[in-house]
């Protein structure tokens, strides 16, 4: 049986909802962010996953908790946010102020991870992924999650940015039934009442 994946963005935190990028920086969820991981729980009600993986960051694994499935979850460090470096913590209307043409999905971050590197990351996930049958929830980040998609089909990094994620938004990855080598979005950003 051929994998599906379940892509779940973690619920809001005090920087989501601001607009600053966050990586390392390990923040909880907001009320608001773990109300919206609860209503998760009966949106994944149903599905046999055989595997669960949450990135390590807090606000992850909380939502993976409040949705239900933290008992089975393993920890996956390539799940993890895009390291960006310098621009921890801003948003990118001040990073604009000094560096105005700046794209995340084209420039990477300085001191953080290139556009090459975060495509290598997410190569070798999802590479491991697929060698997985049937149903795998991924918890992870908003911009993780739109590398993640992106590359499924076969996209480059760059066009990242035409998939945004919500915050505990449900996406799903999968192939065409009758042609399993061909990777396909099936789900987007579902659920999400939140742009960023």
């Keep these: 049986m051929p994998v599906r994946l379940h892509l779940i963005r973690h619920g809001e935190t005090e920087w989501s909802r601001s607009g600053r990028h966050t990586s390392r920086t390990d923040l909880a969820l907001t009320a608001r962010g773990e109300q919206a991981a609860r209503t998760l729980k009966e949106r994944l009600r149903g599905t046999a996953f055989n595997r669960v993986f949450t990135s390590p960051r807090l606000r992850a694994r909380q939502t993976c908790e409040l949705a239900g499935l933290g008992a089975a979850a393993e920890t996956e460090p390539d799940l993890a946010e895009w390291d960006y470096g310098d621009y921890e913590g801003r948003r990118t209307v001040d990073i604009h102020q000094t560096a105005p043409t700046w794209n995340l999905f084209r420039d990477g971050c300085p001191n953080g991870e290139s556009p090459a ?54 996406s799903r990855l999968g192939s065409v039934p009758d042609h399993p080598d061909m990777p396909v979005i099936a789900l987007w950003n579902s659920g999400s009442g939140v742009s960023s």
């Design 117 to 170: 590197q975060i495509a290598d990351r997410a190569d070798r996930l999802i590479a491991r992924l697929r060698t997985l049958g049937g149903d795998v929830a991924l918890f992870t980040h908003g911009h993780l999650g739109s590398v993640l998609g992106v590359r499924w089909i076969e996209l480059p990094v760059e066009q990242g940015g035409h998939f945004p994620l919500g915050t505990a938004s449900l």
